[in-house]
């Protein structure tokens, strides 16, 4: 069966934390209502490309789509029932910040079929939530996790964040085995980044932070892989873990290069080996959505080569690594005729390692991964 995602990107917050860099606003909510009726008329343009095919699943990311009101989220919702065929639909997520999430609005979701929750929680003290520019609580967090349950949901994600500001290795611990007394089912952990031109560069660079030094981010991420493996959860890509059978589809198409169509402002597609981004300015979304003419940005054709390569790095990020069968069968060619001396070369440096016709990266090769994706540029 033919497998193509659908990503739906809400560009508005309450509050943009100090390490975001992602397209999104806290300065322009009053411009939301306009934004989902642009939206709307997006995804009327796009049912018919998007129904040929039919979606497996669908992200609604952001931004926080859950700070959207009741009215609003039902429009949207309306929307994508009333025009997307979802007869093949598997997975249907949505990002939520813990404060913003209410009763209401999990019973809509439910409603309307959403069937998997990420909740943004980051880090379980206070203080280091405040530090980053978090707006919500340990508290908040609890009492979302506690109304989705009661409401039926048990496909819930939590985001967790390591190498924060004096963030110390007993906090990190903290956060993970509280995290895992609530037998969430998939847990997703990502090493923080300074981004250019967001608050916490500015703040870096004034002195205002003391972030861990490579060896305790490393020892970090190291105690979160060793915890949750030994608490039952598969470690399926490099910054994931999931209970059985609950790993991320929408993600996984992303890993293993299939199609997803991206709607909404700024979002991305992947779709007939093309690569393009919808418009980033607000101003000129709304009116290519006047208009009903919405235009592809920075369009790159993926030729064969390029394919090969984004197959390798996108797939060697899962921890099973790339199939060698899986790839003979997508492009007709075998991986070693392609890569042989790569190949060998990273084994010899104990990066990769290859086993049960599954190329994968090793424990090194996972803390070196940027080194080891560059091997497979042709």
Not at 68 to 83: A, P, V, Y
Request: proline share 1%; aromatic share 14%; with cysteine.
């Amino acid at each position: 069966m033919k497998t193509l995602g659908l990503y739906i990107h809400i560009p508005f917050c309450e509050s943009k934390c100090y390490y975001c860099d992602f397209l999104s606003f806290d300065n322009k909510l009053d411009k939301v209502n306009k934004y989902i009726d642009s939206l709307c008329i997006h995804i009327l343009n796009q049912k018919h490309e998007i129904n040929k095919v039919g979606i497996t699943t669908i992200f609604i990311g952001g931004g926080t789509p859950s700070m959207l009101d009741i009215g609003q989220l039902t429009k949207l919702l309306t929307c994508l029932h009333e025009n997307i065929d979802m007869k093949q639909l598997k997975e249907f997520t949505i990002e939520c910040n813990p404060n913003s999430i209410t009763t209401d609005k999990i019973k809509l979701f439910k409603d309307y079929g959403v069937n998997r929750i990420s909740l943004g929680l980051q880090a379980w003290q206070n203080g280091l939530l405040k530090n980053i520019g978090r707006i919500h609580t340990q508290k908040d967090f609890i009492d979302a996790y506690y109304n989705l349950r009661n409401e039926g949901f048990d496909n819930i994600n939590v985001d967790i964040m390591f190498s924060l500001p004096n963030q110390t290795m007993k906090m990190l611990e903290e956060t993970i085995k509280n995290i895992v007394k609530f037998d969430i089912n998939h847990i997703s952990c990502y090493g923080l980044t300074i981004e250019a031109n967001t608050r916490m560069a500015k703040m870096y660079e004034n002195g205002e932070y003391t972030f861990p030094d490579e060896i305790l981010d490393r020892d970090m991420y190291h105690y979160i892989c060793d915890f949750l493996i030994s608490n039952g959860y598969k470690h399926y890509e490099i910054s994931n873990f999931a209970k059985a059978s609950y790993e991320c589809m929408h993600n996984l198409i992303y890993w293993e290069l299939d199609d997803y169509i991206g709607l909404g402002l700024g979002a991305h597609s992947y779709y007939k080996d093309k690569r393009y981004h919808n418009a980033e300015r607000l101003d000129i979304y709304q009116d290519e959505a006047l208009n009903n003419d919405f235009k592809k940005y920075d369009i790159q054709n993926i030729d064969l080569k390029s394919k090969y390569e984004e197959y390798m790095f996108l797939g060697l990020r899962k921890i099973d690594g790339i199939d060698i069968y899986e790839f003979e069968k997508k492009f007709k060619v075998k991986v070693f005729d392609i890569y042989q001396n790569k190949v060998e070369s990273l084994i010899s440096q104990g990066l990769i390692d290859y086993s049960n016709h599954n190329i994968k990266l090793t424990k090194k090769g996972i803390d070196l991964s940027n080194y080891v994706f560059i091997n497979f540029l042709l």
